[in-house]
């Protein structure tokens, strides 16, 4: 370790490992890579860029022409691979260095190098996550050939999440089409789809300015909150975990939609065993724009694990709606797995039979893989985090719930469970997870009434979620707390009740009046509770 400049903090070189990392300032660090070594990286809100040669992150090749890159790869789950692929010579690395602020003395550069990456902390909203779910993330490694506050780097792949060889030649058939694709990834659960839906994105942005992903997985969504049928537009690669990402819900989507920006349709459940003709309904109005604009931007799709008995009518009537140009079938070699892609298009399904194109797709059989050395984050864990990620913006600074909005029951339309009462609208809404939608305005003048709407249009696009933290029955109103913007709020006309569970956040990390704090008299089931059975009854209530 030696000094240089009075910003200058320390450099430390491990020769070993071929690895030289130089630190500027507490949140600069600049870090030399041989071009023969493997490495992964794990990040709590860093922002990368590659100074000098290139590299590979994750498949996605990075170089200083490319945009810089804000990382969250946060768990040990989600560790990400760098791979340098170029070969600096000493002197290009120096110049690298001098321009960049390292002081004369300390460019004592002697090897030849693959790549200058430049890592910092950037300004994100998962801290949050970090500081409310802590088990995920472990501890330091003492292996760490880097320690920072923001970052960790290690050598070797054997904790980074990676690609199969098996699935690279696929791929890179679907990168060289000639036409936009249509690619439909299938397979039971925890056989890879997640991961290879990135890489095929990533891939295809290589050569794309932008992708369409849809998500059909309502349990375990990739983009979204969970619950949700998303259509999302992607314009640089999926590098940080599912919930680490941020989207903005639209009514509509074109060719010119911003990056992450999604059109969704709620179903209010993690899974549509006991839903399944809307959650078809609701797949074939998405499937519908999404063709629209495959026409000229390609199409990755995520199915769900779901694959036996009535999971595999679901996906025949799915692939049928959809038409894709390429299928790619993830096999375990166990029970779970799909009949042949062949069969499985003329299976029988939930809908009644339907006129589809004779176009036989491409077909690709793929081993499906699990990972056994990492411990795996449960389904319901994820679900939790993305949860959380998506409600952090009502949290302001200082730890406390940011106002709520107030909305006359008149003002607004309803739309509950079947198996529910109207006259238990209150009691069902009160304290829940509710979905904004688009549609219709009510127009009624009384506002001390609710207006229920049974059934779902397919002009009601999700624009958002949110929490029912009190019901003022004297006053007639809902106090909402929602991370959506006024703006949007003003599109918003009709409220969807969700089976969805309000985000938990451990005990003394957060204050949050819903759960812990004792509620005005007149405001029903917001109570200290222990337990969603803890709601006040009705003869507790004051009307």
Request: hydrophobic fraction near 40%.
């Amino acid at each position: 370790t030696y000094f240089g400049v009075s910003w200058y903090i320390s450099s430390g070189i491990n020769a070993e490992y071929g690895a030289h990392s130089i630190f500027l300032s507490p949140d600069r660090c600049i870090v030399l890579l041989q071009s023969a070594a493997h490495f992964n990286i794990r990040c709590y809100d860093a922002k990368l860029t590659v100074l000098a040669g290139e590299c590979q992150l994750n498949g996605h090749v990075m170089s200083p022409s490319t945009e810089p890159l804000c990382l969250n790869s946060m768990d040990s789950h989600s560790r990400l691979s760098l791979i340098p692929v170029s070969t600096l010579i000493a002197d290009t690395v120096k110049q690298c260095l001098r321009s960049n602020g390292v002081a004369e003395d300390s460019c004592k550069i002697t090897s030849d190098c693959g790549v200058v990456v430049l890592v910092e902390p950037s300004e994100t909203h998962t801290s949050f996550l970090r500081a409310t779910y802590k088990r995920l993330w472990g501890e330091t490694e003492e292996s760490a050939l880097v320690k920072m506050e923001y970052f960790e780097l290690y050598t070797g792949l054997e904790k980074a999440v990676c690609i199969s060889n098996d699935w690279c030649d696929p791929v890179g058939r679907l990168v060289s089409a000639a036409t936009p694709c249509c690619v439909a990834v299938c397979g039971p659960q925890n056989s890879g789809k997640s991961t290879l839906c990135r890489h095929v994105i990533n891939s295809l942005l290589g050569v794309n300015k932008k992708i369409l992903f849809l998500d059909t997985d309502l349990g375990q969504s990739e983009m979204t909150h969970s619950g949700l049928v998303t259509l999302t537009v992607l314009c640089a690669p999926l590098l940080n975990p599912p919930y680490c990402n941020k989207v903005q819900f639209v009514a509509d989507l074109s060719t010119d939609s911003a990056h992450l920006s999604s059109l969704s349709y709620c179903m209010g459940v993690v899974s549509p065993a006991q839903f399944m003709s809307e959650y078809l309904e609701k797949v074939r109005h998405i499937v519908v724009r999404a063709r629209q604009l495959n026409s000229t931007i390609p199409l990755v799709v995520n199915f769900m694990g779901w694959t036996k008995g009535f999971g595999v009518a679901l996906h025949a009537d799915i692939l049928r709606m959809l038409e894709p140009s390429h299928i790619i079938n993830l096999q375990t070699g166990s029970p779970k797995d799909l009949p042949p892609i062949p069969e499985l298009l003329e299976i029988p399904g939930i809908l009644s039979p339907q006129q589809h194109s004779k176009h036989v797709p491409e077909i690709f059989n793929l081993p499906g893989h699990t990972s056994t050395s990492i411990p795996a984050i449960q389904a319901f864990e994820l679900r939790h985090l993305a949860s959380l990620n998506y409600f952090s913006p009502i949290y302001t600074p200082s730890n406390t719930v940011q106002p709520p909005y107030k909305l006359r029951w008149g003002e607004i339309s309803v739309i509950l469970p079947e198996t529910t009462e109207q006259c238990l609208a209150a009691y069902t809404l009160n304290c829940s997870v509710v979905a904004l939608l688009s549609g219709p305005e009510n127009n009624s003048e009384n506002m001390d009434v609710m207006n229920f709407i049974d059934k779902e249009g397919p002009e009601m696009k999700c624009l958002g979620l949110g929490i029912i933290r009190a019901i003022d029955v004297k006053e007639k109103v809902f106090y909402l707390n929602t991370p959506v913007d006024e703006k949007t709020l003003e599109d918003v006309h009709v409220i969807k009740h969700t089976s969805l569970p309000v985000p938990h956040i451990p005990s003394g990390a957060l204050l949050m009046p819903y759960i812990s704090n004792l509620a005005a008299s007149e405001m029903l089931g917001t109570g200290s509770r222990s337990q969603r059975a803890n709601l006040k009854r009705r003869y507790e209530a004051v009307s």
